[in-house]
C-alpha cells in the first residue's frame, strides 16, 4: 500500500462571466482551490481551510471579505455592468475585457508539512494586467504557519 497523504482535499470549481470574450466586452472569473476534507490536526485544518478561504472570498475590486465564493463571482460581474452602464463609450475601448483566475493548489506534502500555492492572474484594463503569487506553509504537527525565518 502506497503513502497517503496526512490531510485530504477535494479541489472546487466555480466560474461566472457575463458577454462573450471571444466577440466583444465581456468579463470572466475562474476560482479553482482545495477544500480540506480530512486532516489529522484540528488546528492545521483551521489554518489551510481559513486561509484558503480569506484568498478566494477577498473582493475582486473591493475591500473586505465576501460571505462566499459565490458572492465574490456575482460582485465582480456587477461591477463590471455598472462600469458599462456608467462609461457607454467604454464598451468600445480595448480594455473592456475582464478577466480573473484565482487559483489555490496543494504544491506539496509530507507528513510533517503542507504548502499551498495561491495565484491570481487578474485584468481589469489598462496596459497590462497583474499577476500574483504566494505560498502558505502549515506544520501539519501543531498547525503552525511556517515563515521564513523558520526554515
Known amino acids: 500500500m ?23 466586452p465581456c468579463a470572466k472569473i475562474s476560482l479553482v ?8 490536526n484540528e488546528t492545521a485544518t483551521a ?10 472570498r477577498t473582493p475582486i475590486l473591493e475591500e473586505g471579505t465576501a460571505a462566499s465564493e459565490e458572492q465574490v463571482i456575482r460582485d465582480f460581474i456587477a461591477t463590471y455592468r455598472a462600469i458599462l452602464a456608467e462609461e457607454p463609450g467604454y464598451r468600445l475601448a480595448g480594455s473592456s475585457k475582464w478577466t480573473v483566475k484565482r487559483q489555490a493548489t496543494v504544491r506539496y506534502q509530507t507528513s510533517e508539512l503542507a504548502c499551498v500555492e495561491f495565484l491570481e492572474d487578474l485584468y481589469t484594463g489598462g496596459a497590462h494586467g ?21 526554515m
Do not use: H, M
Open 2 to 24: 502506497g503513502w497517503k497523504p496526512p490531510v485530504e482535499f477535494e479541489e472546487k470549481q466555480l466560474q461566472g462571466n457575463d458577454g462573450e470574450c471571444d466577440v466583444g
Open 33 to 40: 482551490f482545495p477544500e480540506v476534507t480530512s486532516s489529522p
Open 47 to 56: 489554518l489551510l481551510q481559513g486561509k484558503i478561504q480569506e484568498f478566494t
Open 130 to 150: 497583474s499577476t500574483t503569487k504566494r505560498y502558505l506553509i502549515v506544520d501539519l504537527r501543531d498547525g503552525r504557519q511556517i515563515g521564513l525565518a523558520d
